[in-house]
């Protein structure tokens, strides 16, 4: 059985305070046949250094430094720098459990027609401390689900993939570039275009730890909404289900609803 060349992405932004760890925790993985392509997205603290430390260490690593452009445009371009039959992501502030990616090479050779995999994951505070499991409240099929149900799933269920996933080259060429005009949804939009055309395969194991922290863009810029409801209305009538549709318009509105909430609890504040 042969053993596939991995990419493990990082895309970098003033990730000082924890790009250690993730580093620690790709290097530290069973399998070991993989390169590792950090692309730093303009930062202006000491992340690249610490990068260059661990490039005289290991010849695996790829560094490119780039002129700040959000985290979809370092993604396409550290795709496009993927030297791997596999892509591996990893967020700068996220670790790698250390059979990570042995198992998902383990799910390629159960489901050889899946074009994305992905895993459990533990939720983390700042300090690495457990919060929850991601995956157990999303209701999926048993390890695999076919194309199309999979993108519908993401419309109707949320999205279930956290953003360390695993993708085959040949699907990143097919589905082609994340939408650069998207800072928060990029990834979600991303999947359902994947999950409409390719399988999916998963494990329940927990192989990645998900920083969570209350001062995260994601979390405190409200622009967040409109980019999910942009999201589901370009999907509004691709989807051939009424159900879906209906799914679509129920979660608009409860957009909304959690976008005025957010703006009275912020304002209260002032």
Known sequence: MTRP???VVICSYNGERYITETMDSVLAQTYDNMEVVVV???SFDKTVSIIKKYMQLDA???LFIRKNSG???SRNFAFQQARGEWVATVDQDDLCHPERLSKQIELVNRFPTAGLIFSGTNMID??????SSRLSSYDLPDSFVKKGVAGELLITNGCYIGSAYFIKLTTINQVGKLDE????ACDYEYFIRVGLVNDFAFTRDNLVSWRSHSNQESVTNLNRFAEFRSVLLRNFWLSGLFSTRLTIIVKLGRSF???AYRKIRLY???
């Open 5 to 7: 060349l991995v990419t």
């Open 40 to 42: 730093d997205d303009g």
């Open 60 to 62: 695996r690593i790829r």
């Open 71 to 73: 985290l979809a445009a």
């Open 126 to 131: 700042d300090r690495g401390g457990y919060l």
């Open 181 to 184: 005009s998207l800072r928060h």
């Open 257 to 259: 609803g959690s976008e």
């Open 268 to 270: 209260s504040k002032c």
